[in-house]
């Protein structure tokens, strides 16, 4: 299990750490890396857990958001310039006094233990909660998608002239570019490229085109996420996803296994597969979205008269932009 410690060095191994908490002077100054597990692995064996006051991962990330990394080796290598060769807790500690110190420097106190510390708490929440899912309208859903699979591939077959797997991109290739003669074949080591920017272009040719473009979307939808979800969805019916809180530079969060901020919307198929994420009973779903984001953080950075006078009279700001 993780190991924590408090801000005056007293070394504590993670079997005594439930007793920290009854301590509001000592909980207020532990240190970790990576809150979020912790804070989820502690609801999990139903231990009180108090809020953190550092955690290292989150802290690297303030720093340098666009590091493609945050393990744990990584992290003693860049600040203390070493990894090994002293006891985890010990290394957790000397990592935080280099990054508090940067932390300073940049004044991003308020960023990292206002909003991003506070967060980890928030979407440790979220994630043992998990996200409702119908899984037994998922599953028909599945088979319907199945049934239009081998609809597609008995046309593409009718077309091809011939029985052949169409997820094969090398025996597609031979198909297309050999068997049908379309032009704009580019060989490789394996084989011909069968991308969806080649196929595309195609488009125009042949009826087969379409009909391989579809099946694709319909087997993605049917693997990616119809038989997916319902793998991994709990007996509630809820899919715990996990939310990458250092995965993008930005600051904006990803989600993945599975990821849950690329379900399709804008195909009909897709619009559908939207509808399989279900509130409990007596409880709502709220899809919720910034308005115009960057325009607004452009118009308080640029202090643009006429863009801030646009957003207070609610004129539209499209318009105001583009003159």
């Not at 597609?172 to 490229?193: A, D, H, N, Q, V």
């Not at 990616?224 to 007996?235: N, R």
């Not at 809180?245 to 690329?262: D, H, I, K, Y």
Request: one cysteine or more.
């Amino acid at each position: 299990g993780p190991t924590f410690f408090d801000g005056e060095r007293r070394l504590m191994p993670s079997e005594d750490v439930s007793a920290l908490f009854e301590d509001a002077d000592v909980a207020g100054h532990l240190i970790c890396y990576d809150v979020k597990t912790v804070y989820k692995s502690f609801a999990e064996k139903g231990i009180p857990c108090a809020p953190f006051y550092h955690d290292i991962m989150l802290g690297a990330y303030v720093l340098d958001p666009s590091e493609s990394s945050f393990e744990f080796a990584r992290l003693c290598y860049k600040y203390i310039g070493k990894s090994t060769g002293a006891p985890e807790e010990v290394l957790i500690y000397r990592v935080f006094e280099a990054i508090s110190e940067k932390i300073a420097e940049n004044r991003q106190e308020d960023l990292l233990y206002h909003i991003e510390m506070p967060l980890a708490g928030v979407l440790a929440n979220m994630e043992r909660l998990g996200f409702k899912v119908d899984t037994y309208g998922l599953t028909r859903y599945g088979k319907q998608l199945e049934e239009l699979e081998d609809q597609y591939k008995e046309r593409i077959y009718y077309h091809a002239g011939c029985e052949f797997n169409v997820n094969s991109p090398k025996q597609l290739g031979e198909i297309l570019f050999e068997r049908l003669m379309f032009p704009g074949g580019k060989k490789t080591k394996t084989g011909y490229s069968t991308s969806a920017e080649i196929l595309e272009k195609l488009k125009p040719y042949h009826p087969i085109i379409e009909d391989i473009l579809d099946y694709r979307q319909v087997a993605k939808l049917r693997s990616t996420y119809t038989d997916w979800l319902v793998m991994v969805a709990d007996g509630e019916g809820r899919i715990h996803t996990t939310f990458r809180q250092t995965g993008t530079a930005t600051g904006r969060l990803s989600s993945t296994e599975p990821n849950l901020q690329n379900i399709p919307v804008r195909t009909e198929l897709g619009a559908k597969l939207r509808e399989m994420f279900a509130a409990p009973a007596g409880k709502v779903l709220v899809d919720a979205d910034y308005s115009q984001i960057e325009l607004r953080l452009l118009a308080h950075m640029a202090k643009d008269e006429a863009m801030i006078a646009a957003f207070n009279s609610g004129d539209d700001i499209h318009t105001i932009t583009a003159s």
